[in-house]
Nanobody, 126 residues
């Protein structure tokens, strides 16, 4: 059974850092494109970052570029999202997701993803 489990969320002050983890089981991450999404109440889910399955190329939304970094550890079958210089607007539930059908492209379209984790809360507040 394919499963994704996020961890690493929490409360952090503005300007602080967090590293989110997305641990996969039941499949091998490097054959999937993995995306991080976030959602706040009343808003649509937003694509944040993704890492392409074929070659590990990474992409980030403009709102987090130069602050967030996505990476993959194949040995641990885990994808990370390093978040630096966090802002209150980054407060959201963060989800990781996987797509095998689109493993050859870097997509941040929610509908392209087949498997989702349960989410982890990130709160940026002083």
């Amino acid at each position: 059974q394919l499963q994704l489990v996020e961890s690493g969320g929490g409360l952090v002050q503005p300007g602080g850092s967090l590293r989110l983890s997305c641990a996969a089981s039941g499949f091998t991450l490097d054959y999937y494109t993995i995306g991080w999404f976030r959602q706040t109440p009343g808003k649509e889910r937003e694509g944040v970052s993704c890492i392409r399955g074929t070659d590990g190329s990474t992409y980030h939304a403009e709102s987090v570029k130069d602050r967030f970094t996505i990476s993959r550890d194949n040995a641990k079958n885990t994808v990370y999202l390093q978040m630096n210089n966090l802002k209150p607007d980054d407060t959201a539930v963060y989800y990781c997701a996987a797509t095998g059908a689109h493993w050859h492209i870097a997509t941040m379209l929610e509908g392209d993803y087949d498997y989702w984790g349960q989410g982890t809360q990130v709160t940026v507040s002083s």
